[in-house]
């Protein structure tokens, strides 16, 4: 089993910035060579789930939805068992509630299809 809690949600006005975190469980982390990736989605009031940012085991490869490229950085902390996701820019629209994602297939995560989900952190940016 994979717990995702995610923390660093909030209100902040557009053009502001925000920094979520997802911290994962110990024991599920610390196993490295289990190859978790990892992503961020939101759900926005009415709307869909919709993908924003993932990340592979070491880091090194990114994808982005197109909405995020250019102002949201995903990165993560094998050591500390967390993703981050960095939101510089923030729009209205950018209003939702933020979901962590784990799986250990990118495919499956990439189109929402994982198995792990945490429980959701809300932002909202005000005009």
């Known amino acids: 089993q994979v717990q995702l809690v995610e923390s660093g949600g909030g209100l902040v006005q557009a053009g502001g910035s925000l920094r979520l975190s997802c911290a994962a469980s110990?024991?599920?982390?610390?196993?490295?060579?289990?190859?978790?990736?990892l992503g961020w989605f939101r759900q926005a009031p009415g709307k869909e789930r919709e993908f924003v940012a993932a990340?592979?085991?070491?880091?090194?490869?990114?994808n982005y939805a197109d909405s995020a490229k250019g102002r949201f950085t995903i990165s993560r902390d094998n050591a500390k068992n967390t993703v981050y996701l960095q939101m510089n820019s923030l729009k209205p629209e950018d209003t939702a509630v933020y979901y962590c994602?784990?799986?250990?297939?990118?495919?499956?995560?990439?189109?929402?299809?994982?198995?792990?989900w945490g429980q959701g952190t809300q932002v909202t940016v005000s005009s």
């Open positions: 994602a784990a799986d250990l297939k990118p495919e499956k995560l990439l189109r929402g299809m994982n198995d792990y």
């Open positions: 990340i592979s085991k070491s880091g090194g490869r990114t």
């Open positions: 110990e024991h599920t982390f610390s196993t490295y060579a289990m190859g978790w990736y």
